[in-house]
């Protein structure tokens, strides 16, 4: 009797290859939705389209891992409440901070710190929160949405009390008022205004007026990318999760910032995670 054959192999190598290929495949179980707005150049707004250092980096590397991005321009105070109520599936770019820790899985994509920012003059240093406190002729503006910490928020009150808090919507609205010296000071990461500067033609030139001032109470910090737990199921959260690290042991976010911004912007605001 001639020995048995295999039946049907064609056959079954192909369902073997359908059986298994889920097992191998990273991917997100439906579309993931991450509303943003203009954060200097890691993300940028101009209308409906949507680039940046971020979604630049996120769509190739989504489409290659089985993960689609879906952008959507929205104000950054409306941003965090998005996350917060589960109605964002992601929150990028982000300082890490615990309050967001309650919503979100951070992964950290890079080191930065904001500092006081002025247009440069003879007035001393401000060197610590405490003074800027006590220079009550000075008015600080600040983008709603933004957070830098305990210590930050306790200077937003603080100044607020005292009447010399200025909240805008956006960094270019930030920028507008210093260029005017409708504002002395703000405080932000400075990768974020020279964004905003770059963008907005009735500031031209303001970039090389600035003056930035490190003090202690803004102290370097972990940013990156919040993955959400309230809105995404367990495996889409270790879809993304690693994704995002993929994408920051590339090293593709540094480079970004080296791509788009001065060294003397950098060194005072921008270092590898």
Same mark, same amino acid.
Request: hydrophobic content about 45%.
């Given at each position: ?98 309050? #967001? ?28 929160? =405490? ?90 910090? =972990? ?13 889409? =959260? ?19 910032? =080296? ?13 590898? #995670?």
């Amino acid at each position: 009797m001639p020995p048995l054959r295999p039946l049907f192999s064609p056959l079954l190598v192909f369902a073997a290859t359908l059986l298994a290929a889920p097992l191998g495949q990273a991917g997100c179980s439906r579309d993931i939705v991450v509303p943003v707005s203009n954060t200097g150049a890691s993300v940028v707004v101009n209308g409906d389209k949507i680039s940046g250092i971020y979604p630049d980096l996120m769509r190739p590397l989504g489409q290659k891992e089985g993960c689609h991005f879906v952008f959507s321009p929205v104000p950054r105070a409306r941003l965090e409440l998005m996350f917060e109520t589960g109605k964002a599936d992601m929150l990028m770019p982000a300082t890490r901070t615990a309050a #967001r820790d309650v919503h979100g899985i951070f992964v950290p994509m890079m080191r930065h710190r904001a500092t006081l920012i002025s247009v440069a003059s003879n007035r001393p240093a401000i060197v610590s929160a =405490q003074d800027l406190l006590e220079r009550r002729d000075l008015r600080v503006a600040v983008v709603r949405g933004f957070d830098y910490g305990e210590a930050y928020q306790g200077m937003l009150r603080e100044l607020n009390k005292q009447g010399r808090l200025f909240t805008e919507v956006d960094p270019t609205a930030v920028a507008r008022l210093l260029n005017l010296g409708a504002v002395d000071v703000t405080m932000m990461g400075p990768t974020i205004l020279a964004g905003a500067i770059a963008r907005e033609p009735r500031v031209a030139g303001l970039l090389d007026k600035l003056r930035l001032e490190p003090i202690p109470e803004l102290p370097w910090q =972990q940013n990156g990318v919040y993955i959400s737990r309230r809105s995404l199921s367990a495996e889409d =959260q270790a879809a993304l999760l690693d994704l995002l690290e993929k994408a920051a042991r590339s090293g593709a976010v540094m480079e970004g910032f =080296q791509r788009y911004h001065r060294p003397e912007i950098l060194a005072e605001s921008v270092r590898p #995670r």
